[in-house]
């Protein structure tokens, strides 16, 4: 009689690299203030996680979350400063009276 051993198998653990490198980088975004390159890449590698990594679906999700947040922010005060210089321009000639 033959006898079989069994060898205990090593389950991989799912691969999440590119949703944590998206979560990353937008926690880095927000806490070390990287301003537009930063969460460009984080953004673009959170979606490209969404479709590669079904596992790392929420860390992905935050990724882009917290890219779009900082992007918007960023967006936020560009337009507020193109406002302010604008308003500063029209009331330049006032500035001789």
Known sequence: MTTTTSTPYQTVAPVRTLSITSFVLGAASIVFGWTLIAPIAGLVVGVLALGREPEGCTWAIWGIVLNAVMLAGVLLVA???????????????????
């Open 79 to 97: 337009l507020l400063a193109l406002i302010g210089i604008g308003i500063g321009f029209a009331a330049l000639p006032l500035a001789w009276l």
